[in-house]
Structures are given as C-alpha cells and as structure tokens.
C-alpha cells in the first residue's frame, strides 16, 4: 500500500475560510484503516472553528487540521493487526472510540474509552500537506473533509449498505447525539414534558428521541419561526419562538405556568444564556442534558437548595451510548423507518463548496448540509 | 378525641437554644393521625436553625416551630378517612409525604409528591403553646420533639415491633438518605470508587449503600481522625484526613492521581467548600450527589466542558427514593442485620437535654444522638 494524494479541506487558522487543497494520505499502519469517503455531515461543533468562536486549542487540537468529524466511507486497505474489516465495506465513523476492554468500556453508562481521542486529539497525525509536506491533524481523530482518510479502527463501525450510504454519514454524530441525549443521557419517561432549545439536525434528533420515549409534550424552541414546520414533523406538540411570547412573558414563565416547568431540558445549541434559561424552566425533578458546545468559558452556575428536590445536571458527547449499540439500533431504525434522515438532508454539496455549507448553516437556511465525494456514491 | 397537654421543643429564633415547655396538641382532623412519641434522632439540618446557620423563612417556614423531623411512635388516635392505621400501631415519620396518586408518585424516578410539604411548611400549623394559645409550627410538616403529634397520614408508614424501634427513628432521615442517595440517586456501579465527604450518620449510611451496590473502593473524607475506626466498620476502604496529606497536596489532586478521580462524590455535610472540592475529584464519568444541605446562598458552579464526558450532578432528598418502598426495605434488612444501625447511635437523651444533644452534634463528639420519650418505650 502507498500513501495516496487527495483533496482535504484545511483550517490553518480560527475564523478563517477553509483552504482545499491536496494532502498525502499516509498507508494504514498497525490497527488502522484507510476509508474512502461517501459522505460527511457540516455540523455546527466544526462550524465554531471556523466561525472563530472556540479555539482548537482549547480542545486539545493543534492547527493546520482537517475538519469534519460525521461521515460514511468505503474501506480501501487495512493495516496489519486488522481483522474484523476488508476492502469494500462500508463503514460510520466515530468521535468516540470503542476499545470493548478497558474499565470505561465495560462500564454500562459510558461511552468514554480509555483509548479516548481526546488526549491525543493534536498528536494523531492523519495527513500531510502534499506541497511542503507539512504535518497535518485531522480533528477529533477524523477530519473527514477530505477523500480519503486514515484512521484508528476503533474510531470505524462496519454498517449495512442496504440503507442510504450517503445520508447515513449523519448518523455518525447529528442523529446518535440527538436521539441518545434524550434515550440514554436523559432517560426519558412516557408521558413527559420535554423543551428541546435550538431546532437544528441535533435539535431535531432529540424531537425524535423524545417522541420515541413517548413524552406526553414536546416543546420545540427557536427563534427562527420557518423551524415550526420541521419540528412539528419530528415530533413537536408545541413549537415556541421565545421572541413572540405574549405580554413579555419569559420563556421560563411560560414554561412553568403551562406545564409546572419541562421534566427534561436539553440544550441543543450551546450558549450560556440557553443554559441558564434551561435550566430555571426545570420541573421539580427535572433533568437538564447539555448538548450543544458551548464556548470555552461557559459555566453551570445553579442555586444547590434547587438541586434538592431531585433535579440533575448531566451532559456528554454522542448522548453518552456506546457507539457499535447505537450505530446497530439506529441503522437498523433507519432501514426500518422508525426514524427520519433523509428529511433532514436540506443540501448536498461538493468538498469545493464546504465554506458556503457553514455560510448556510450560520444562516439557519439549512437543516443540515452533506460534503459528498463523487466516485463513491453507492445508491 | 381531646386536645392533649404535653411537652414539645420550640424554636422561637434562630441561633437561639430550643424552649421546652408545655404545648396544645390538637384531636387528629381529616386524613390526620396523633402519634405517642418514641423516639426522634438529632440531625444536622434541624440543627442549622438551632446554631443560626439558616433561616426557617428560606425553607417556607414560620417561628415559632417545634423541631424535629425523624422519629418512630405510636399511634394514639386517628382522624376521620383514615382506615389504614389504628391505635396502637408503631410507625414510622417520613419528610417527604407520599399520597400515590399524584403524577409524581407516579414518576418511579422521583419520591417528590404532589401533596409535598414544602410549600405548606410554614402553614401546618401542628400544636399551641399551651401558656398562651398561640399558633406552632412543625418543621418539614412534622416537629417530632414533642410528646405528642398530630400529622398529616400521607407522611406516617407502619412499621415491624419486630426491630428496636426507638433506634429505628434514624431510618426516618439518616439511614433511608444516605443509603439511598448512593443506591437510588448516585446508582454506585460494582467496581466503581466512591468519595463521601462528612462522616456523619448520613456519611455512614452512604458508606453502607457503597458497600451494598459493590462498589471497589470507598474513601470516607472527614478532618476528624477519630471518626476513622467507625468509617472502616461501615464499609469504608480508606479513611483519608484532606489535612495530613502528605506534601501539600490537594484532596482532589490525591484522588486524582491514585484512583483517576472518584466516580462518585457524596457531599454529605453541605458546603462551599466541599461542594467545589468534591466536584473537581469526579472521574470524567462521575456522579456528584449533594445530600447536606448547604447554606442558602450555595451554588454549583461548573464549567460546561467537564460536564460532556458525561459527568453528573444531583441531588435530592431522603435519596430521591419513595417513602413506603425505602423504609420497608431498610426495616427489613435492619432486621435481618444486613445493614447497620445500632452502631450509630452513640447518645440517648431525654427531651430535656436537647440543647446538649446539639452540642454534641455540632463538637463531633456523637454520631447521632436520640431523643428518647419515656413511656413509650418498648423494647
């Protein structure tokens, strides 16, 4: 196996446009994979970068970096010590690797592994400029905006291609978020009120969630009134702009004098004023799931005589489940329809076009975009 | 049915030692139950109002108000509606009311009742001074240091004569709290590493519940050495002094750095300090749970980004576990001497001696004492 010259999308700096160009894809080494990519979502936690409002750094990354972190591919070549994949097969990837040995692992209520990306989110070096031969990151131990990546085979989950190969690449991140925050971190019981802030493909994800735990009302909140339509398709028995509430009445008045307050509040977008927000509209034994990435120095700051009554405070990536469980059971509802996917793909688009996907999605004319990679597409 | 004259501990100031004197308890009314006394625990959060280190207006109470929110009796009179209970009866007090039909005693993740206390906490008006007729109030609907009381039968559940009753006023508060915020609210996991802050009696009973739900390893936290002896007969693996350790050290870099952070952190004294210092020791899975009950101007105050790899933060009273289901499970392992509850009690003390009592408790020289009534006794 040879290295392989590709295109990638590059952040050389915070706030700066993403730059194409070509870069070396190095031969899979022990226990990795190299995967030709079909498809990869534009999700809004890349989008802070390039937005310029979270700094690699803080996360533990290191620039130049390629972005993208959802997708679906196709595996190309297997290194050594590989066994359980082969050329040809179709595969999801993971921010969340899955070892199956650590004490993480084994634990029933994690989805963190010992084997984690994040310490070593700067140091796995995926590719190379091919011009100055330049070392470059791939974020989250992906950075799947480019054709072909290399990466750790804990980070792969091998799936059916009896589903769409190329909307699938959302369930990496947009849907498996979405709908665990609401199944597993939040545990939702039938017959519960559920305010979900922030109707975007996560947003959305939860909506299903909730109504898949049958939850009595489900409160979709956004300021953007063209969301109504979509949430209620997912799910919403109520859609809220928190702008036009009658009489000034805040969005937590609101809450708590219609339904005593949400019995699960989940924060979809990732601000400190949604949180605090969020947080005041809890039942008595309401349950709050951080989900959006909030900037860097955001904070829970919460009266404790208020955490008395039984409420809780949680959070976590990729709704904290197991990634090969959750990929199983959600590929499998997919191909099932008991959820939606194709519905929330608004636009696709070609590796060239992906600083006008983050400019449509800041713009909120898109639910959720694709990056798709010709010459790959399955059906 | 007659009002009756008997003895009762009130608090008329904050910071001020409880008046006994004597006291109006009325006939039991609708739904109401008149208890004999047996026997009722002195417990920290009483003990706030009698040292000044909280206001009864911050809890929706009112003064002057009998103390007193543990505690075992015997039934004496019931009003009208009530069929389950009959004189003679031995029950049991519980804090938080349990009426079964409401949609919270229907939500199994919750023991908060519709019908709860807190609201009414202050208007429950339970007995008069006998002196004057002026109006008393009960603490927590209850204010057990008293001869007699008349309370509400959604917060009194029978027990077993089989068990020594006067020590089982302690399952009331401290054993069901503490044993039920690591096994009902924190869910401690086998394997897992537990750090419970305060070895108190709610510090014990946490211990025990580490114990029970198999957790590895169970690290009592308290600056008083002497408390180490009993902290190992409950369960405790380690016994460490955050003031002798070795170097300058932090608890939580200590921790840290031995067992990679605890993947549960009771706070079972209530304050900043702990609160701060027990959140920065959670593993990146762990589970906070705050039992004491802090001051009233204490906050949590967390930054977003330690929460997403699925830490948790909660709480909750009497650990969040329903009434009847908690103390018949906990009478039944008393007596079948699965779990601990004589070697708690280090102190019996008449009514008349309830200043001391809190002395004791406020010097670390008991663990918990008891009021105990005479005439009552009956084993």
Redesign the interface.
Known sequence: MNPIKCRAAVLYKEGDPLVIEDVIVPAPDVNQVRVKMVSVGICATDAHFVWGTAKME?WGHKLPSVLGHEGTGIVESIGSNVHDFQAGDVVLMSIIPQCNECV?CQ??????CMKNL?PDMGSRVSKKLAKSGQALYGIMGLGTFSDYITVNRDQLFKMTNKVNIENSAIISCAVATGFYSAVN?G?V?P?STCGIWGIGSIGLNVLQGCKYSKAKNIIAIDITPSKKDIAIEFGATEFVNPKQLNGGQTLEQYLLEKYGGVDYAFDCF?SQII?DQALKSLS??GTFV?IG??P?D????????Q???????????VG?KKSEQAYSELVEMYERKQIKIDQMITDKIPLTKINEGFDNLRSGKVIRSLVTFTGTKMN
């Open positions: 803080s993480l634990n029933p209520n994690t989805n963190i994040l971190l545990k019981l017959g990732g949180i008595v034994t951080l990435v909030p860097d955001t904070n829970i700051v919460y009266p404790c005589n955490l008395m009554t039984g409420r809780t405070i949680t959070g976590g990536f904290g």
